[in-house]
T-cell receptor, first 114, second 115 residues
Framework: GESVGLHLPTLSVQEGDNSIINCAYS??????FIWYKQESGKGPQFIID?????DKRQGQRVTVLLNKTVKHLSLQIAATQPGDSAVYFC?????????????FGQGTRLTINP | NAGVMQNPRHLVRRRGQEARLRCSPM?????VYWYRQLPEEGLKFMVY????????ESGMPKERFSAEFPKEGPSILRIQQVVRGDSAAYFC?????????????FGEGSRLTVL
């Protein structure tokens, strides 16, 4: 069945440290993955994406790693700042019942300690 | 360029009433998706629409829920005879391309509370 799961529901880090948020996906046919950030009371905001023909992609302070062998995705945030506090979701683009759609994981809440 | 606009942001209904949630996609986007989010949970796909067509409604309950995206005007998610279990945040997203392989842009959501 469709499922995207996360290893940790909550993550607490010190300001300035690096954060790593993990995600496991189940559909080996998924070809596109996205990380979203959701702040309290707001809609999900695109952070970074990666296609299945890549294993790493870097953005501004963020890096996404894709390990297709173990169906694992991670989001690394460098020099975490208070503004990074949010819930982070990974999503995979899957073909389900003949239609493509994004399937979201449950999310990881990231809190930043001063 | 305005983002995805959803209204109302908050809606309170009593059991048995109807709820109508509206979504205007970003300019130039013809693909609209509705997702539901319960507190402390991820987003669950409900329905995918293009103008005047429902492409995939596999995530939408068979009864009481309907969605449309008319040729003119916003997409509408309609919930009839609401029950307490319908209380959730409903997010609309739009994209230029089919199936979410392009970036999905989300609105700020409509939070439905059923008393």
């Amino acid at each position: 069945g469709e499922s995207v799961g996360l290893h940790l529901p909550t993550l607490s880090v010190q300001e300035g440290d690096n954060s790593i948020i993990n995600c496991a996906y189940s559909n080996s046919a998924s070809d596109y993955f996205i990380w979203y950030k959701q702040e309290s009371g707001k809609g999900p905001q695109f952070i970074i994406d990666i296609r299945s023909n890549m294993d790493k992609r870097q953005g501004q302070r963020v890096t996404v790693l894709l390990n297709k062998t173990v169906k694992h995705l991670s989001l690394q945030i460098a020099a975490t700042q208070p503004g990074d506090s949010a819930v982070y979701f990974c999503a995979e683009n899957s073909i389900i019942q003949g239609a493509q759609k994004l399937v979201f994981g449950q999310g990881t809440r990231l809190t930043i300690n001063p | 360029n305005a983002g995805v606009m959803q209204n109302p942001r908050h809606l309170v209904r009593r059991r048995g009433q109807e709820a109508r949630l509206r979504c205007s996609p970003m300019k130039g986007h013809s693909h609209v998706y509705w997702y539901r989010q319960l507190p402390e949970e991820g987003l669950k796909f409900m329905v995918y629409l293009q103008k005047e067509n429902i492409i995939d409604e596999s995530g939408m309950p068979k009864e009481r829920f309907s969605a449309e995206f008319p040729k003119e005007g916003p997409s509408i998610l309609r919930i009839q005879q609401v029950v307490r279990g319908d209380s959730a945040a409903y997010f609309c997203a739009s994209s230029r391309r089919q199936g979410g392989t392009g970036e999905l842009f989300f609105g700020e959501g409509s939070r439905l509370t059923v008393l």
